[in-house]
């Protein structure tokens, strides 16, 4: 069973990230308002953004600890899907899947990646650039980029903030499979309590770079009103 | 009046000689410098880009002269360089690299530290959570998505050294068969009585060449931004 213990602290200018939490196996969220830190947090456990101080562990591996491990980002094996994408303009599809084996030597595994373009139903974009694709194709592409790298978590930063209502009915289901079929421990990243109660059990409420709950659907609840956001 | 003859064939093959030596060897220093330039903040950041400017503002002959005495037989690093590694570059067509490759350097710079600053320094973090260390993403990321701009600053520092004229000829002095580029040899006929026709078809030659070099990298880097914007 994945286990992540997060205890970090990091200074943003005058803001400050102060963030303690574990997770279990399945999906947790990291739910709160825009600029609550949260995407500070998913840059940490990345390692993308170093704590001032603090310990990153995952099971039984310390990602950070600070002064004395600082464990670099291509080494984490934690894979990330970002708000906009970020694929990789110059590649094609093929290619951006791709990536991450070539990088990490990994043998290609075809049954695994089959079932992985079958889920996500991208198949047929594969010779296609990421210019060439929708906002919502575009985004099933990052998923399947950061899973083809057989990460050990899974980081998801808002995954569907950039679409729109349409494109995240449309890509929401997708996220429901990749829970349930590929059985990846997941940190999603969110500020929109109905995405959150569809995908995640667990939720971490951040809120001006602090842990303020850890709990269940109920955070949600509370925030319902505030947080709700014009899709 | 298109017959040229052999000594001008001479001078417009050793012109192309040169300009592309000086290209090849200064595009692996344009892509450090430029890269350096636009990514790295360190100490005399503002000296370096002062530094790699220089030619442009200098009088040609200063530059030329600068050269003579550090790289001539008796200067700081000829001597070094003649004795020991049987380098020379007074009065021979490598010292007419060298002088013209340093005055295309400044604009092979300028054209590659842009296009490495307009790149989204976050796709190499997205590498980087792939597996790619930073000399990986640096080859398979950034020097591709840096193309147009390698492309474009490269046409510009061959055109620069093909008609590079004051450094060359002050540092290497006009030396037909060895170095009397174009340029040179348009000089030389000037000052002949009889010698319009012969410098009317090197100008033309000149034009010629420009006109090619020009709609080659335009192409170029046309084809390259397009692989870039992910069309």
Not at chain 1, 217 to 222: C, M, N, T
Not at chain 2, 66 to 83: K, W
Request: with cysteine; charged share 20%.
């Amino acid at each position: 069973m994945t286990m992540l213990t997060v205890d970090v602290e990091k200074k943003l200018g005058a803001f400050t990230v102060e963030a303690a939490f574990d997770t279990a196996a399945g999906i947790t969220a990291l739910f709160g308002p825009s600029g609550a830190g949260k995407t500070s947090i998913a840059n940490m456990i990345a390692g993308l953004v170093t704590p001032d101080r603090g310990r990153i562990v995952l099971d039984d591996t310390v990602l950070f600890e600070s002064g004395r491990i600082d464990m670099p980002s291509y080494q984490r094996r934690i894979g990330y899907v970002f708000q906009e994408g970020r694929l990789f303009p110059h590649l094609t599809v093929r290619a951006n899947l791709a990536y991450g084996r070539r990088m990490l030597r990994l043998s290609a595994e075809p049954q695994a990646e089959r079932r992985i373009l079958d889920m996500l139903d991208i198949g047929h974009l594969m010779e296609r650039r990421p210019g060439r694709l929708s906002g919502g194709e575009r985004q099933r592409v990052a998923f399947g980029r950061a899973l083809m790298a057989q990460p050990r978590l899974l980081l998801l930063d808002e995954p569907l903030a950039s679409l729109d209502a349409a494109r995240k009915r449309e890509i929401l289901p997708y996220l429901i499979r990749l829970r349930d079929e590929a059985k990846m421990p997941m940190i999603y990243v969110s500020h929109a309590p109905a995405e959150v109660r569809a995908v995640a059990r667990q939720v971490v409420r951040i809120d001006g770079g602090r842990v303020v709950a850890i709990g269940g659907h109920e955070l949600l609840v509370d925030a319902e009103g505030e947080l709700t956001s014009p899709a | 009046m298109f017959d040229l003859t052999a000594d001008e064939w001479t001078a417009i093959l050793l012109s192309l000689r040169i300009a592309s030596v000086a290209t090849l060897a200064a595009l692996p220093f344009g892509i450090a410098v430029g890269w350096l330039l636009a990514r790295k903040d360190f100490w005399g950041k503002s000296v370096l880009d002062g530094v790699v400017l220089l030619p442009l503002v200098l009088p040609p002959v200063v530059t030329g002269y600068l050269l003579l005495l550090t790289f001539g037989r008796r200067g700081l690093l000829g001597g070094f360089l003649a004795d020991y590694l049987g380098i020379v570059f007074s009065f021979r067509w490598t010292g007419a690299a060298l002088a013209s490759g340093i005055m295309g350097f400044p604009l092979m710079v300028r054209a590659i530290r842009l296009s490495i600053e307009s790149i989204d320094q976050r796709l190499e973090g997205a590498a980087a959570t792939l597996g790619a260390n930073p000399a990986l993403a640096f080859a398979t990321i950034t020097l591709p998505l840096a193309l147009p701009g390698i492309i474009s600053g490269a046409v510009l520092c061959f055109a620069k050294a093909l008609g590079e004229f004051g450094a060359t000829i002050t540092f290497v002095s006009n030396i037909p068969g060895e170095t009397q580029t174009i340029s040179a040899a348009i000089y030389t006929l000037t000052q002949v009585p009889a010698g319009d026709a012969a410098a009317l078809r090197l100008v033309v030659v000149a034009i010629v060449i420009s006109f090619i070099a020009l709609i080659a990298s335009e192409w170029l880097a046309r084809s390259a931004g397009r692989r870039v914007r992910g069309e």
